[in-house]
């Protein structure tokens, strides 16, 4: 049995409300944080090896150690709940049935970072979250835990959740900063950094849902035996939210120290592929991180068995390899159509890229128009290297990463699923009425002997 | 100011100091010529442009004396300030020219095929940017995006499907009016420029949007089919005005005033702005003390030399299949909705400024 510190509770009836959380040990991690100081708070996210669960992976206590503070301005912490990432669901689950886990994480991590005013920036689909999470911040508040003067520590604290109108761009921090500001949602330019000018121009820190959460049973713990868990530098736990052809779709923590195959096959998890059909591909961290075909997914190019954590999952690059990213588990099996799956994906970067520079505003519609193209029998097959081209010139060209994020999935499918591309453009009709199905895609991968 | 430590800077193996601050865009302004990335948003009198056109990308082989090590990706030059010997690459950068040409199609993607028709044309910094920098044919296969027409008003006009979204004209209107009445509405590749312009045309400084609009999206209406730019001559002229510098350009043909704009540096930028009586009402040669001609320096078809021995033949075709890599479908002809631009009138054997009665 995997170790939960972030869902340990998950069983119990209630827990989403103020007294029964309290009564399982809820708000312990505060009271010892307040008896803390907050650079000794730091210390304590550092040494527990905690990376940013929002989808870079950038080290949290590091992130916070960069905070400016300059006299007589004031500091914020905002909370990025905007989980718009295809395939990503776990702050979902956080929020709506832990949400006093979530609202101890945040007092801890204003109360380290010196925040007064705390925004929590929720997507605009979560229409029924804000209500929770203001429903439970009205029981901490009540209980002492938010207001003026919290537990005689002379700190004050409150916590605004923010709507989002429906953007995915908003999940991008500066954008998000700019929306916050009651402005159109455009990433700005780096620098500066958020850490310097945030939102109006303060310092700001912004972390994603599953980050803060974590600050409790870091905690709780200390930074050192949450360090323990885990492998390497992918410590303690991580949120997946595994959703496509499974048996058993849902969020689940993990320690980051089972294997990819395990976490597929075993009961414990997923539960293997429905309809005794096979795995094709997999999506292992959320709709941006390269897709990859079934023996990359569970062995890596040296033939390793590959595990699920930041590491292995990024073992061999972008040549072989993919990413932890967001959490967003998409699994794949032989029924599904490789270039449909990149097409609609394509369809969702043109539809949400925020059109202020000329790489993704135009390359993602024409990437979208010729997978299209590709998907209903009507491809050439110069369109395979003009996508191919097309991505190539939009990544690391554009102002944020979302224009990244759009051209790796495209770049990824072309690398390992060009055949099935390639049988489309040779077989228009019969691509309309069948998919290409398993071909090679789980077939063992040759590793030369090294020398 | 005298205190502003000087950084040295490589940009394509020519070093210039400046002063720390500077971008890499102004520090290669400094320098000239080719080593200059081409810049389509980027506006030096406009505060916080730049950053989204990404024509400007150069490569950072070197991040400073103190800190060699490359930047990992092409950085915008017009938004990147320079460390203490930086060294940076742009035209002698494959990966640049590379970037760029995707850049320049990009742009293009989308851009309607309606040079002919344009009253940019000859005047358009995307013109001069694919001729320089961008590839012989498209290789997009697909519908131009369009836009519905926007009526804003008796002055300017908007043409929406020729907008590349360089925010020039938003930046404008929020800086030099008090009361900015446009902006950006929908994202991504249906984003456009609207609302309430022509409210803010009430505004006295609101026509220097044309000037800043590096393409044909807002043009001038009481210039609009008169005349193509290049059967102008400009001159500088200037009149005392109560509002505004009064420094004008004036595109002229003989005795007639056809255009009033303000006056455009050698980067193709606005030295002052004018107000909206000097551009829209100022259309007699009385209005205004003429200074002489202005210099033309940058690289346009007006001064390209394509001036002079284009007559016989349409004025741009050498151009356009440049641009465009294939010839225009002409959606008119403008011949014969205007009698000003009569191809067989030779324009460089007139002498002086042409003017109507030599195309009577
Ligand atoms: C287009 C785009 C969308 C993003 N969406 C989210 C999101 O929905 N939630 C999130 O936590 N981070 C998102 N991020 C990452 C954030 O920019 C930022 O890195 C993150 O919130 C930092 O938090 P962390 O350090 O705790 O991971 C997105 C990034 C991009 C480029
Ligand atoms: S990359 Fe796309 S989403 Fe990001 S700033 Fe540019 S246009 Fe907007
Ligand atoms: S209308 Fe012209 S100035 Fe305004 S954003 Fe479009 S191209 Fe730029
Ligand atoms: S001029 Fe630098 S990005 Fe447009």
């Not at chain 2, 320049?104 to 358009?124: I, K, M, T, Y």
């Not at chain 2, 043909?253 to 704009?261: A, N």
Request: net charge neutral; aromatic share 8%.
């Amino acid at each position: 049995m995997a170790k939960k510190i972030l869902l340990e509770n998950d069983h119990i009836e209630g827990i989403r409300y103020y007294d029964t959380y309290r009564k399982n040990g809820g708000y312990r991690a505060a009271e010892k944080a307040f008896k803390m100081s907050p650079a000794d708070i730091v210390e304590e996210v550092k040494k527990s090896g905690l990376r940013g669960r929002g989808g870079a992976g950038f080290p949290t206590g590091m992130k916070w150690s960069f905070l400016a503070k300059p006299e007589g301005v004031p500091r914020h912490l905002v909370c990025n709940a905007d989980e718009s990432e295809p395939g990503t669901f776990k702050d979902r689950y956080l929020m709506e049935f832990h949400p006093h886990l979530f609202i101890e994480g945040l007092l801890i991590s204003s109360f380290a970072l010196g925040s007064n005013a705390t925004y929590v920036y929720i997507r605009g689909e979560y229409a029924w979250i804000p209500d929770i999470l203001e429903q439970a911040i009205a029981e901490a508040k009540n209980n002492g835990w938010l207001g003026k003067n919290i537990l005689g520590s002379g700190f004050d604290c409150e916590i605004y959740v923010h709507r989002g109108a429906g953007a995915y761009i908003c999940g991008e921090e500066t954008a998000l900063i700019e929306s916050l500001e009651g402005k159109r949602g455009n990433p700005r330019m780096k620098p500066p950094f958020p850490a310097i000018q945030g939102v109006w121009m303060r310092p700001t820190v912004v972390n994603n849902v599953e980050t803060l959460a974590a600050v409790v049973p870091i905690i709780n713990l200390g930074g050192d035996e949450y360090a323990k868990i885990g492998v390497g530098k992918s410590t303690g736990t991580k949120l997946l939210s595994v959703c496509g052809n499974v048996n058993k779709p849902g969020v689940y923590e993990i320690d980051m120290t089972c294997t990819v195959e395990e976490f597929i096959y075993s009961d414990e998890y997923c539960g293997g592929i429905p309809k005794g059909r096979k795995l094709k591909a997999c999506i292992p961290g959320g709709s941006s991180v390269p897709i990859l075909p079934a023996n990359l997914l569970l062995k890596t190019a040296k033939g390793e068995a590959r595990y699920m954590n930041y590491e292995s999952l990024s073992d061999g690059g972008f040549a072989t390899g993919s990413m932890m990213g967001s959490g967003g588990f998409i699994v794949l099996d032989d029924a599904q159509c490789v270039v449909r799956h990149t097409m609609t994906l394509a369809r969702f970067y043109n539809h949400e890229s925020c059109g202020q520079c000329s790489p993704c505003r135009e390359g993602t519609g024409w990437m979208y128009k010729i997978l299209k193209n590709l998907e209903y029998g009507k491809g050439k097959m110069s369109d395979i290297d003009l996508l191919w081209d097309i991505q190539r010139r939009i990544e690391g060209n554009t102002i944020c990463p979302l224009g990244d994020a759009a051209a790796w999935p495209v770049a990824a499918a072309i690398r390992h699923f060009r055949d099935e591309f390639e049988w489309h453009v040779n077989n228009p009709e019969e691509s309309q009425t069948r998919n290409f199905g398993l071909a090679h895609y789980a077939d063992p991968i040759h590793v030369p002997a090294s020398a | 100011m005298s205190e502003t430590p000087k950084f040295k800077v490589t940009i394509d193996n020519i070093s210039i100091d400046v002063p720390a601050g500077t971008t890499i865009l102004n520090a290669a302004r400094m320098i000239g010529g080719d080593v200059t990335p081409p810049a389509m948003c980027y506006y030096s009198k406009l505060k916080d442009s730049g950053g989204k056109c990404r024509t400007c990308l150069v490569e950072v082989s070197k991040g400073s004396e103190k800190d060699p090590r490359p930047m990992p990706k092409l950085v915008a030059s017009c938004r990147t300030t320079v460390m203490d010997g930086m060294e940076v690459k742009n035209i002698t950068s494959p990966k640049v020219v590379d970037a760029r040409k995707g850049i320049v199609e990009f742009l293009l993607l989308n851009h309607p095929l309606d040079c002919p028709v344009c009253d940019q044309a000859g005047e358009c910094d995307l013109q001069n940017l694919s001729y320089e920098h961008g590839s012989e044919a498209t290789r997009y296969e697909f519908k131009r995006r369009t836009f519905e027409k926007e009526d804003i008003g008796p002055y300017i006009s908007l043409h929406m499907n020729r907008c590349i979204m360089c925010f020039r004209c938003v930046f404008t209107a929020d800086q030099l009016t008090e009361k900015r009445e446009h902006g950006i509405l929908e994202r991504g590749d249906h984003a456009q420029i609207s609302t309430m312009l022509n409210k803010s045309l009430d505004n006295d400084f609101i026509g220097n949007v044309i000037d800043v609009c590096p393409v044909g999206a807002l043009t001038d209406k009481t210039f609009r089919f008169k005349n193509r730019v290049w059967f102008t001559k400009p001159v500088d002229a200037h009149r005392d005005c109560p509002t505004c510098s009064g420094k004008a350009r004036l595109w002229m043909r003989g005795e007639e005033v056809f255009r009033v704009t303000a006056r455009k540096d050698q980067w193709g930028e606005v030295e002052d702005w004018i107000c909206n009586d000097c551009r829209f009402h100022k259309k007699e040669t009385k209005d205004w003390v003429i200074e002489g001609p202005s210099k033309i320096s940058r690289s346009s078809v007006i001064a390209q030399g394509h001036y002079q021995g284009n007559v016989g033949t349409a004025p741009t075709p050498v151009l356009i299949d440049k641009v465009i890599g294939k010839q225009p479908k002409y959606t008119l002809d403008i011949h014969s909705i205007s009698d000003v631009n009569r191809p067989e009138i030779d324009l460089s054997k007139i002498d002086g400024p042409a003017h109507s009665n030599d195309f009577k």
